[in-house]
């Protein structure tokens, strides 16, 4: 084993013994304990056995981390980056990237063939694998382990999740021998705090040493102003102030909205939380920062820096956020608030973490957080080799009670579920290479499927209730009438009583009318009379029990019809995933991109494409309405259909009429995909959203930056974000099969015009 200068603890041992052994691994540690270390070690042995090792991410901030990090350790020579838009020595021993390039490798597009991808690789580590979880990416990481060659070992690094074994068990089977090593050991122990706003000098232990909620906790009051207006102050200086005195900086103080990181920063700038001395430094820091990054210059966020606070969320620039984290790492800045994308694995430790409510605001009201989002939060604090403890505020809000606080910081993690969804590129790709009976043994891998059990407990748990039920309900008749017997007697009976009412009726209106009864009507009585003849001849006719055996066939019926349908819904879930591939390779056939289950050329493009509507995009290519645009007129039609749905209102603003008609024959495009979607229930959005167009038009064709952040009051970092995913689609017209010449000399003018600072820093 590596040599490291220091003793590894035992889950590390365990870990690098499985990699020695030549097994993959599934290591599953709290946030903070050393998962790193084992990927070291892997590094390690690849360098020495002169393998290549992949050490792949969720996120390109962190590849971006890990690539400097490694160059450092490693040497530059070694260590590579591939992110979607950096190609940086691709053929290293070390080559770092997003989960996403190493998918796209596995499926040999865009990357080259899949033998030359993955020549010499012998390692491939999951970094945070735990992102299965993620609604809308997940799916990435189950197809990275699914089409991972069998001779290359997989180490995948999790947080804690409640299902680890299941996780392991799945990765056994569907690629090879495989370990788990799993601990809930933190190197650096949390203890955990609870800000009371009615005890505002203190932080009070938020449970006793029994593991009991402390009795001194009182319960957040609704306050409120005139006009019924809210009137709840915010306790941001209070808790910061009581962490200063108790030496329990620097913290990262968690909140859920951007606004409120700006307002709590600029709350706390004049605490006196840093010395002349560490004020020079930041002056220093920032100074030769900036000197690098000149479009960063007159920041107005710089005086807070200088007061060692800092606010961190997705509306910043990369660049911006980038100065934050290392100020940070240095102890420079003392208090960062940050929303919750901040613990997604960047390397920011602190001592303490301050959690602003166990809440947060969703499209549909408010909800609680989920035992991982708070194991993640609070897993930030404590950092080892410098803090005997880590510190855990949670901030008393109206919107939970203390109960509710302590459930959530007793509670285990949550298991990982699937998020496996077909796409038409997975079709394509899958059928590009395989068969069609191939392709279904692939999909029939995915965790998704494999753990269906546990999806379908509740469903198989209704269904036993419903059995027992049937078998408590169970009727043995005295006189050993079957069901269909009884059935016979009692449509009879009803028809009896029915013929009897109606009979009665008549001899009502015929003696109103002083008639005597017709030939007809004698003849009816009779054959009713015969009928009920018939019902004495039934032993059920005098028995006391006739209504229990009525009873119980109604209910055994209600019951059958409800069983009917949870076996049809258990049969959908169980090939839930294979029903949505027919129904995506349903559309591509009627849509021409597959004939006779291989992908046409137009198929044969689409399938290298990387969006949320992969057909939508290639319509939008092969209908030829971007022929004859210019690279700015390019870049705002390719921005309005890459930009989602925005929660917010935001103001018009007017784009060029070039890109408003494009955009008009691109809702025929949509109309056209989403008329056969509808067809066949598959739910892929075709986006149409120009709300970036005039902003990414007036960037391309020379605006300085400052014009572009005038015309809009929303965060410079979704300006870039949406400037960055077009780049993203523009760079995709010129490596993928069938795009016109034309269009991938307009696509390469208009990336080379957008990427420039601010939007190319990283």
Request: charged letters at 25%; glycine letters at 4%.
């Amino acid at each position: 084993m590596y040599e490291f200068p220091f003793e590894l603890d035992d889950f590390q041992k365990d870990a690098c013994n499985c990699i020695n052994d030549g097994k993959s691994v599934v290591v599953c540690a709290p946030t903070g304990a050393g998962k790193t270390v084992i990927a070291q070690h892997a590094i390690h042995r690849a360098l020495e056995e002169g393998k290549r090792i992949f050490y792949t991410t969720p996120l390109k901030a962190l590849s971006n981390q890990k690539f400097y990090d490694f160059g450092e350790k490693y040497g530059a020579e070694n260590v590579g980056l591939l992110t979607g838009d950096t190609s940086i020595n691709r053929n290293a021993q070390i080559v770092v990237m997003t989960t996403e390039v190493f998918r796209n490798m596995l499926y040999g597009t865009n990357f080259g063939a899949v033998a030359d991808n993955l020549k010499d690789v012998k390692y491939v580590v999951l970094d945070e694998v735990h992102y299965m979880n993620d609604e809308q990416r997940g799916t990435v990481w189950e197809e990275s382990i699914i089409y991972c060659p069998t001779n290359v070992q997989i180490i995948a690094l999790s947080a804690t999740v409640a299902n680890a074994d299941e996780l392991t068990n799945w990765i056994n089977t569907v690629h090879s021998k495989t370990e788990l090593v799993d601990t809930d050991f933190r190197p650096v122990p949390l203890r955990f705090y609870y800000f009371d706003s009615s005890q505002p000098t203190r932080l009070l232990p938020l449970l006793t040493p029994s593991g009991q909620l402390n009795s001194k906790i009182k319960p957040e009051k609704h306050q409120w102003g005139k006009h019924g207006k809210n009137k709840q102050k915010s306790p941001v200086k209070d808790v910061i102030r009581n962490l200063a005195n108790q030496d329990m900086l620097p913290a990262i103080y968690f909140t859920f909205s951007r606004r409120k990181c700006d307002e709590q920063m600029e709350k706390c700038a004049y605490m006196g939380l840093v010395t002349p001395t560490e004020q020079a430094q930041i002056r220093q820091f920032v100074d030769e920062y900036i000197a690098e990054n000149p479009h960063l210059y007159g920041n107005k966020h710089i005086e807070y820096l200088l007061q060692g606070v800092a606010s961190h969320h997705a509306g910043l620039l990369p660049a911006w956020k980038n100065l934050v984290e290392k100020l940070f790492q240095k102890g420079l800045i003392k208090v960062v608030f940050a929303t919750e994308t901040l613990a997604a694995g960047i390397n920011m430790p602190a001592r303490s973490t301050v959690i602003s409510a166990t809440s947060k605001r969703t499209d549909t009201g408010h909800r609680m957080l989920t035992a991982s989002e708070f194991l993640q939060m609070s897993g930030r604090a404590g950092r080892r080799g410098m803090d005997e403890v880590g510190y855990v505020t949670i901030v008393g809000t109206h919107f939970q009670t203390p109960e509710e606080v302590a459930e959530l910081v007793l509670s285990d993690a949550n298991p990982l579920e699937s998020r496996f969804s077909p796409s038409y590129s997975m079709v394509l790709n899958l059928l590009q290479r395989f068969s069609l009976d191939e392709a279904k043994e692939l999909i029939l891998k995915s965790f998704g499927y494999f753990s269906a059990g546990s999806r379908m407990q509740p469903l198989l748990k209704q269904f036993e209730l419903n059995e027992k039920e049937k078998a408590e309900r169970f009727f043995a008749c005295p006189h050993k009438i079957s069901d269909e017997e009884f059935i016979k007697y009692d449509k009879l009976r009803c028809l009896y009583v029915q013929n009897r009412q109606t009979y009665k009726k008549i001899c009502k209106q015929e003696q109103k009318k002083n008639r005597p009864l017709s030939p007809e009507v004698i003849a009816f009585r009779d054959e009713n009379k015969k009928m009920l003849d018939k019902l004495h001849s039934y032993p059920c006719d005098t028995c006391n029990r006739y209504k229990k055996h009525a009873k119980n066939l109604e209910v055994f019926a209600r019951l059958d019809v409800r069983q009917a349908r949870l076996e049809k819904e258990m049969e959908k879930q169980r090939d839930i995933y294979w029903n949505r591939f027919l129904a995506h390779r349903s559309v591509l056939i009627d849509m021409g991109y597959l004939k006779d289950d291989y992908p046409t050329p137009c198929g044969v493009t689409t399938s290298q494409i990387r969006s949320e509507n992969e057909l939508f995009l290639a319509e939008i290519i092969f209908s030829n309405v971007l022929d004859g645009l210019s690279p700015s007129e390019l870049a705002g039609v390719v921005c309005a259909i890459t930009t989602e749905d925005l929660r917010i209102e935001i103001p018009y603003l007017p784009f060029s009429q070039a890109v408003r008609k494009t955009l008009n024959l691109i809702r025929n495009v949509r109309r056209k995909v989403e008329k056969f979607q509808r067809r066949y229930d598959v739910e892929a959005p075709c986006y149409i959203n120009p709300y970036f167009s005039s902003l990414i038009e007036l960037w391309v064709d020379g605006a300085e930056w400052e014009t572009i952040t005038e015309q809009i009051d929303m965060g410079e970092g979704d300006i870039v974000r949406a400037f960055k995913r077009t780049v993203d689609v523009l760079r995709q017209f010129t490596t993928i099969d069938n795009v016109p010449e034309a269009l991938v000399f307009t696509a390469r003018e208009a990336i080379e015009k957008i990427m420039r600072e601010p939007v190319d820093a990283d």
